[in-house]
């Protein structure tokens, strides 16, 4: 039955009209209020402050991390001076890790910033992993040799003629690696290096051996020493906590007490950008026009800059792709902006081919040197002056993907190479030995989000798309009752002539 069959011809005009506007009112609510109060809602769980979601995730992570660790073999360290042969390597592994992450000294600044400290557990899966890290054997550089060589061999004669006395005297080297050590010692535990526990004895005989060396007083030698489980290892963080900007949630200010690093120049000395484990949502120009990804990573003491790649969809919901590209370590040969990245004085960078980045101020003077896994991405000469890396994409490529909305990681796959410098630098042990960059081991980690987490985004977007489509679809129908009320109002609902 018409409610108002019986009305004026002007009542219905106005009932129409209210119609209208009411269905362009609610066409905005669901297409913008709506969004803004789940956007509102939502975005105080992605501030760090104690009971958000992020906050509560970032304490006690329910999302599995993972390292996968690959250790390169050598083969043929006895022709390293023949110029014919090169160096064969062979790839071990993957061992892997479970990653637990606890946070210590957690204490909230009066300018909106968080400053804690972690410890990384490591937890073998032999199940996952590739051999057997407890009982296999590889050859691998003598990392402390090069070290000492390289911070001792071009310095005072007298006191290289008598570090080579004391080597020889003392039979503290079996050549210039480590011969069939265990992987877990290598890695963890120590191999033995009696060169080391030399030094770490005459360091206080000989003032200048210890100089510009900071010496381990590990027992034994192992790239992970005095790591696993280590509160104080990786350092002091500071980062915002989003209280005052959601946009500087997770970013670093300051590791270890300082806003720069010491070991590289200018803006690649900065600390900045986030660890990754926690990253401020993306705003709306952003999600339209990624920027580069700035991930600070300790293990190298830098931030990398990520290029974005692509939009993915990762379980059902939409995420971006960062990727490490041939920037990351490029020293100023192609890119002017990396060239604070090289070490060496002003005048004589870039001092090494790109795809390689010195280590040396962040690893106790070591002539380390950080790539991609298998020099992906690095000047050809890497590869073709080894027997064994071979450089692939799909296997080597550093990925980032994350949900932009939220911020949270979807998947990570960072993957970086450790290398060891060898050269003749001037002590008998290192006394024709060719200029040439070797593999040491290489590291994937690794974080999938789990199904749940991917549920609980996949339902955020939903909610928030729902609302805007239902604002589109009502926007529509308002237009077509418009369209209908103008043309009854004006042909139809016609007001009678009065005829005097």
């Keep these: 039955m018409c409610c108002c069959c019986n009305c004026s011809n002007l009542t219905k005009k106005v009932w129409s009209f209210v119609g209208v506007v009411l269905i362009f009112g609610l066409a905005a609510f669901f297409g913008f209020g709506l969004p803004a109060i789940v956007e509102s809602v939502a975005r105080s769980e992605f501030i760090m402050e104690p009971g958000s979601q992020v906050y509560d995730n970032w304490l006690t992570s329910e999302v599995p991390k993972y390292l996968?660790?690959?250790?390169?073999?050598?083969?043929?360290?006895?022709?390293?001076?023949?110029?014919?042969?090169?160096?064969?390597?062979?790839?071990?592994?993957?061992?892997v890790f479970l990653e637990d992450h606890e946070r210590h000294d957690i204490e909230f600044n009066t300018d909106h910033s968080i400053t804690f400290r972690q410890k990384r557990?490591?937890?073998?899966?032999?199940?996952?992993?590739?051999?057997?890290?407890?009982?296999?054997?590889?050859?691998?550089?003598?990392?402390?040799?090069?070290?000492?060589?390289?911070?001792?061999?071009?310095?005072?004669?007298?006191?290289?003629?008598?570090?080579?006395?004391?080597?020889?005297?003392?039979?503290?080297?079996?050549?210039?690696?480590?011969?069939?050590?265990?992987?877990?010692?290598?890695?963890?535990?120590?191999?033995?290096?009696?060169l080391l526990a030399a030094v770490?004895?005459?360091?206080?005989?000989?003032?200048?051996?210890?100089?510009?060396?900071?010496?381990?007083?590990?027992?034994?030698?192992?790239?992970?020493?005095?790591?696993?489980?280590?509160?104080?290892?990786?350092?002091?963080?500071?980062?915002?906590?989003?209280?005052?900007?959601?946009?500087?949630?997770?970013?670093?200010?300051t590791w270890n007490n300082e806003s720069t690093v010491p070991h590289f120049r200018g803006e690649c000395g900065k600390v900045h950008g986030s660890t990754g484990q926690v990253n401020p949502p993306m705003t709306s120009q952003q999600i339209k026009n990624p920027e580069d990804f700035i991930l600070f990573i300790t293990d190298v003491c830098s931030a990398f800059s990520l290029k974005y790649d692509q939009d993915v969809e990762f379980g059902g919901v939409d995420g971006k792709a960062w990727i490490g590209d041939d920037?990351?370590?490029?020293?100023?040969?192609?890119?002017?902006?990396?060239?604070?990245?090289?070490?060496a004085p002003v005048a004589e960078c870039p001092a090494v081919k790109p795809g390689v980045l010195d280590l040396s101020g962040c690893k106790f003077g070591a002539p380390l040197l950080a790539s991609f896994p298998h020099f992906y991405l690095a000047d050809p000469s890497y590869v073709s002056a080894l027997d064994g890396p071979k450089p692939t994409r799909e296997l080597h490529e550093f990925r980032y993907v994350m949900h932009p909305f939220s911020g949270i990681p979807l998947?990570?796959?960072?993957?970086?190479?450790?290398?060891?410098?060898?050269?003749?630098?001037?002590?008998?042990?290192?006394?024709?030995?060719?200029?040439?960059?070797?593999?040491?081991?290489?590291?994937?980690?690794?974080v999938t989000l789990t199904q749940e987490k991917i549920d609980d985004l996949r339902a955020l977007d939903t909610l928030r798309s729902a609302g805007i489509y239902t604002g589109y679809a009502l926007l529509g129908v308002g237009i077509i009752a418009l369209g209908v009320a103008l043309y009854f109002s004006i042909f139809v609902w016609k007001d009678s002539k009065i005829n005097v």
């Design 68 to 95: 996968d660790i690959y250790v390169w073999d050598w083969k043929n360290p006895e022709s390293i001076t023949n110029e014919n042969v090169r160096p064969q390597f062979v790839e071990r592994g993957p061992y």
């Design 411 to 446: 998947e990570v796959n960072g993957r970086l190479q450790y290398n060891l410098h060898v050269s003749d630098y001037g002590l008998e042990a290192t006394e024709g030995l060719p200029d040439i960059t070797l593999p040491v081991f290489w590291v994937n980690q690794r």
């Design 121 to 194: 557990t490591w937890t073998y899966i032999p199940e996952q992993s590739k051999g057997d890290f407890y009982t296999d054997r590889v050859t691998t550089p003598h990392t402390m040799l090069m070290t000492i060589a390289k911070l001792v061999g071009g310095g005072n004669p007298a006191l290289v003629s008598q570090l080579n006395a004391i080597i020889k005297k003392n039979n503290l080297l079996d050549g210039i690696v480590y011969k069939d050590a265990l992987v877990r010692d290598i890695l963890f535990d120590g191999a033995e290096d009696r």
């Design 200 to 253: 770490q004895i005459l360091a206080g005989a000989i003032p200048e051996l210890a100089a510009g060396m900071d010496i381990p007083d590990w027992d034994g030698f192992a790239y992970f020493a005095d790591r696993n489980t280590s509160v104080e290892y990786d350092g002091i963080f500071r980062m915002g906590t989003g209280t005052d900007q959601w946009t500087d949630s997770g970013l670093l200010r």
């Design 327 to 343: 920037r990351v370590f490029d020293n100023g040969n192609n890119y002017l902006e990396t060239e604070c990245q090289c070490t």
